[in-house]
C-alpha cells in the first residue's frame, strides 16, 4: 500500500467518511468502459454479424420465394456451392472482377495523384478547379452510370458525335460491343473515383514537411528523384488507405454496372457483384446468390488479412 493511500485512509477515518474499496473502484470503471463499447458490439452484433451468419447459413439451404410464406429451408448440404462453381459464368465474373477492380484502382490512384501534385502548387483559382473536380464524387453513382449511358451510346452519344465531328470515327461500340463494354465501365469508374483519391492523397501531400523537399533541393535532387525519395515514402501511410478503402467500395459495385450494361453485352461486364444481384432478385436462387455472396466476403476478408500483416511488419 503507498503512502498516498495510507495518507487518504487516515483522513478518511479521521472525518468520518467512508473509505472507498479499491478493487470496488477498478470494477465500476470497468463497467463504465464497457458501458461506452456495449452500443458499438451490439450494433456490429446485429447488424453486421447477423447478416453473415444467415448468409452463410442460406448458402446452405434450398432458400426459394415460398420460404417467405412457409418459413421452410431445408438444408440441401453444397449444392449450391457446387453448382455455383460450375457454372461457367462464375468463372467469368470473378475474372471480370479481378480486371475492373485493379483497373479502376489503378487509373483512379495514378490519375488522383497526379492531380493531387498537382494542386499542392498554389495558383490562382486552384481552389474554385479543385471544387469542381470533386463533382463526379458527389453524384450518386446511379445517375452517374445513367449519364454515362447516354454519353457513350454508338449512335445517339455525345462522345461519338464529338469524334465523328474530329474525323476520328464516330461508331465506337462503347458498351455494345463485348470487347469495350468491360473497359468502357472501368473508365467509367476511375472518373467517379479520382476525386476521391485526389482528395486523400492531396491531405497527404499538405502534412509532408517543407524542409524535407528544401533538402533535397540543396542537395541537388531533380524533381522526379525528390517525389520517389521524399514524397512516395512520407505519403505510404495515406496510400494505404487510399489503396483498402478503394478496394472495399470497387470490387463489390453493383449498381454502376446495372445501370450501364445491366452485366451485358454476352455477359462481358458481369462481375460477382451483378453475379450475386442475378441469382437473388432476378433467378430468385437466394442459396446461389448467398454463396457468391461469400465468395466476395472471403476476397475482402483475403485483403483485410494481408494489409493487416503489412502494417504489422512494417510496424516491426
Not at 2 to 9: D, I, P
Not at 168 to 175: E, Q
Request: charged fraction near 10%; charge should be positive.
Amino acid at each position: 500500500m503507498t503512502t498516498s493511500t495510507v495518507t487518504a485512509r487516515a483522513a478518511a477515518e479521521t472525518s468520518g467518511a467512508a473509505v472507498p474499496d479499491p478493487a470496488r473502484t477498478a470494477r465500476r470503471r470497468r463497467l463504465s468502459q464497457w458501458g461506452f463499447v456495449a452500443p458499438a458490439v451490439v450494433f456490429m452484433l446485429l447488424f453486421f454479424g447477423y447478416p453473415l451468419v444467415r448468409n452463410v447459413v442460406m448458402s446452405f439451404q434450398h432458400y426459394t420465394p415460398k420460404t417467405f410464406f412457409t418459413g421452410e429451408a431445408p438444408f440441401n448440404g453444397v449444392d449450391n456451392w457446387s453448382h455455383v462453381f460450375q457454372d461457367a459464368l462464375f468463372g467469368k465474373a470473378l475474372w471480370h472482377t479481378l480486371v475492373f477492380t485493379a483497373g479502376s484502382l489503378l487509373g483512379q490512384f495514378c490519375i488522383g495523384l497526379a492531380l493531387a501534385v498537382f494542386f499542392s502548387r498554389r495558383f490562382p483559382l486552384g481552389g474554385a478547379l479543385r471544387s469542381l473536380i470533386l463533382l463526379p464524387w458527389l453524384v450518386p453513382m446511379v445517375v452517374s452510370g445513367i449519364v454515362w449511358r447516354r454519353i457513350l451510346d454508338q449512335d445517339t452519344g455525345v462522345l461519338n458525335s464529338f469524334l465523328d465531328t474530329l474525323g476520328l470515327g464516330g461508331h465506337t461500340p462503347w458498351l455494345t460491343s463485348p470487347h469495350m463494354a468491360l473497359l468502357s465501365v472501368i473508365l467509367v469508374n476511375i472518373w467517379i473515383g479520382i476525386p476521391f483519391n485526389m482528395v486523400i492523397l492531396y491531405g497527404g501531400l499538405q502534412e509532408i514537411p517543407k524542409e524535407l523537399h528544401e533538402a533535397a533541393s540543396l542537395d541537388g535532387a531533380s524533381a522526379w528523384r525528390t517525389f520517389r525519395s521524399v514524397t512516395l515514402p512520407m505519403l505510404k501511410p495515406v496510400i494505404t488507405v487510399v489503396l483498402v478503402l478503394g478496394f472495399m467500395s470497387t470490387v463489390k459495385i453493383l449498381d454502376l454496372i446495372l445501370a450501364l450494361t445491366d452485366g451485358g453485352p454476352a455477359d462481358s461486364t458481369q462481375t460477382l457483384g451483378t453475379l450475386t444481384y442475378q441469382n437473388s432478385f432476378v433467378q430468385l436462387d437466394f442459396g446461389a446468390g448467398a454463396v457468391v455472396g461469400n465468395v466476395l466476403i472471403l476476397i475482402s476478408a483475403v485483403f483485410a488479412v494481408f494489409y493487416l500483416r503489412a502494417n504489422r511488419s512494417e510496424g516491426k
